[in-house]
């Protein structure tokens, strides 16, 4: 019965900015890192940023830092992606997922649920 619900994708121009959402039920959701992934056409999926459970730590890919921005309200159950500067090649289906384990993770495989995703679309 846990769900993890994106939204707030869309079509921007280059330059351009998004907020993307998550909202999540079924979990103790302070009890979980949560964090983002996008996958490209043709291309695997990638780790974008994640954040621990008490919002202490954050981490991003080399390829988005300083443009995006990762937050979390646990009051809420909501997990958030703030999307700058964006370019054509963060074009892709962006997911959020959750992780219990106890050291948070950029690998794809260790986390335990994923919502659905979300599109953004950067145009040139």
């Known amino acids: 019965q846990v769900q993890l619900v994106e939204s707030g994708g869309g079509l921007v121009q280059a330059g351009g900015s998004l907020g993307l959402s998550c909202a999540a039920s079924?979990?103790?959701?302070?009890?979980?890192?949560m964090g983002w992934f996008r996958q490209a056409p043709g291309k695997e999926r990638e780790f974008v940023a994640a954040?621990?459970?008490?919002?202490?730590?954050?981490y991003y890919a080399d390829s988005v830092k300083g443009r995006f921005t990762i937050s979390r309200d646990n009051a809420k159950s909501m997990v958030y992606l703030q999307l700058n500067s964006l370019k054509p090649e963060d074009t892709a289906v962006y997911y959020c997922?959750?992780?219990?384990?106890?050291?948070?993770?950029?690998?794809?495989?260790?986390?335990?649920?994923w919502g659905q995703g979300t599109q953004v679309t950067v145009s040139s």
């Open positions: 997922a959750a992780d219990k384990k106890v050291v948070v993770s950029t690998a794809a495989g260790r986390y335990d649920y």
């Open positions: 079924g979990l103790t959701f302070s009890s979980y890192h």
């Open positions: 954040i621990t459970r008490a919002s202490i730590n954050t």
